[in-house]
């Protein structure tokens, strides 16, 4: 039985937004808190994604997708 896996329902936008926002000096809490996210999932976004541009984000969950399909 395949366990199907949990996607993310914030886009890769709202991801990046999140990432600059807080490269930029605004509060994490307060950040959070405006986008509706767990401080802890903006810290996992953030280490998982943290420094990439808008294109290899795109990039990177696409290949995320063709290896879920596999």
């Given at each position: 039985?395949?366990v199907?896996?949990?996607r993310?329902?914030?886009?890769?936008?709202?991801?990046?937004?999140?990432?600059?926002?807080?490269?930029?000096?605004?509060?994490?809490?307060?950040?959070?808190?405006?986008?509706g996210?767990?401080?802890?999932?903006?810290?996992?976004?953030?280490k998982?994604?943290?420094?990439?541009?808008?294109?290899?984000?795109?990039?990177?969950?696409?290949?995320?997708?063709?290896?879920?399909?596999?």
């Amino acid at each position: 039985m395949e366990v199907p896996i949990k996607r993310s329902k914030f886009t890769e936008e709202q991801i990046e937004f999140a990432l600059r926002q807080a490269e930029g000096g605004i509060n994490v809490e307060e950040g959070c808190r405006k986008l509706g996210i767990e401080e802890t999932s903006f810290y996992v976004r953030k280490k998982k994604y943290g420094g990439l541009g808008m294109t290899e984000l795109r990039r990177f969950k696409q290949l995320e997708e063709d290896s879920r399909q596999l």
